[in-house]
């Protein structure tokens, strides 16, 4: 059985199937890691450590308690329970855990808000999704 390895066996070796969500890429940005720059996949993406610049993700972001995101979110889905300063654009929902900071506006149909977090900004639940996915295409260049 080699080091990457990924399929999933049960207690008698036999192979499990893969739910449809392990389909889905996922990608992580460790603790000790920082990004400079934005980064974009269809799938999801995990921060843990720190990200200075623009992230788009198909499918989700989760921002682990500690991460920090200088930068705007383009997603489907975000669940946030570190910091982030910049918008937040999701065209399905956006979950702010009680340890999350967001400073900037958010931008989705649905919300959830556990008591603790903090948010510095605008909640603006559009119920037009048009509205969403056209803020998702749009590409923004801080460097000018």
Do not use: C, Y
């Amino acid at each position: 059985m080699g080091i990457f390895n990924n399929q999933a066996r049960d207690d008698q070796g036999n192979e499990l199937r893969r739910r449809r969500t392990d389909q889905i890429p996922f990608s992580i940005i460790a603790s000790d890691m920082t990004v400079i720059g934005d980064l974009e996949t269809e799938g999801v993406v995990r921060v843990e450590g720190r990200v200075r610049g623009t992230v788009r993700a198909g499918a989700q972001v989760l921002v682990a308690a500690g991460a920090t995101i200088e930068g705007d979110l383009h997603t489907q889905e975000a669940v946030v329970a570190g910091q982030v300063s910049g918008a937040i654009i999701a065209r399905e929902r956006v979950e702010l855990q009680a340890t999350a900071v967001v400073t900037g506006d958010i931008h989705t149909p649905r919300i959830a808000i556990v008591e603790g977090a903090k948010v510095s900004g605008e909640v603006k639940m559009d119920a037009d999704k048009s509205a969403l996915e056209a803020g998702m295409s749009t590409r923004v260049d801080k460097t000018a």
